[in-house]
């Protein structure tokens, strides 16, 4: 069965330092894959997402994200962290022309003054 | 444009009483979805519907029932309501492959 992990459950870091957040899925093929974030009381908004070709995808409030197939990863960045990147993160992959997603547990980012 | 749009913002409701949340979306999409979060589980999918006048089982459908009214509304009614199904509820409606989700509903079941 397809799964998605997401080894932090929590991440703090300083306003304007550099973040990763981890995401590796189990999957045969190449999926779908997806980043969310979720403000404290709101729904899911789409980050950005990865179907086919380049592995580095941009997403929107300066998000990037990069597919590593060796690695089954797709781990999500952002050089300069602002107070209002603080929320939860979620992973997701889907299959090939499916539509059913499965989402990681979720990562915290906490961010510092 | 108002997206996908769930009612009611808060339930809270009695163990045994029933309730039903309300889902529509103004984008066309075939696909919509019923999911439950819980602290430290991530998203579960209760119910989805691939398209009008059809719906199917996911992870989590024990004690939940869905109606696909017509394609733009789908709604979630749990009939005899208990305290394991407190959580906070997101519809979502699916697209090129992506799944766009509404605000949530957070019910309390005492």
């Known amino acids: 069965a397809q799964s998605v992990t997401q080894p932090d459950i929590h991440i703090t870091v300083s306003e304007g330092a550099s973040l990763e957040l981890r995401c590796n899925y189990s999957?045969?093929?190449?999926?779908?894959l997806f980043w969310y974030v979720q403000s404290p009381g709101q729904g899911l908004q789409l980050l950005l997402k990865y179907f086919s070709g380049d592995t580095l995808v941009q997403g929107i409030k300066g998000f990037e994200a990069e597919f590593k197939r060796s690695q089954s990863s797709f781990n999500l960045r952002k050089p300069s962290v602002h107070w209002s990147d603080a929320a939860e993160y979620f992973c997701?992959?889907?299959?090939?022309?499916?539509?059913?997603?499965?989402f990681g547990p979720g990562t915290r980012l906490s961010v510092l003054p | 444009n108002a997206g996908v749009t769930q009612t009611p913002k808060f339930q809270v409701l009695k163990t045994g009483q029933s309730m039903t949340l309300q889902c529509a979306q103004d984008m066309n999409h075939n696909s919509m979805y019923w999911y439950r979060q819980d602290p430290g589980m991530g998203l579960r999918l209760i119910y989805y519907?691939?398209?009008?006048?059809?719906?199917d089982k996911g992870e989590v459908p024990n004690g939940y029932n869905v109606s696909r009214l017509n394609k733009r509304e789908f709604s979630l009614r749990l009939e005899s309501a208990a305290p394991s199904q407190t959580s906070v509820y997101f519809c979502?409606?699916?697209?090129?492959?992506?799944?766009?989700f509404g605000p949530g509903t957070r019910l309390l079941v005492l």
């Open positions: 519907s691939a398209s009008e006048g059809t719906t």
């Open positions: 979502a409606s699916g697209g090129d492959q992506t799944q766009y």
């Open positions: 997701a992959v889907v299959k090939d022309y499916g539509q059913n997603f499965v």
């Open positions: 999957y045969g093929a190449t999926p779908y």
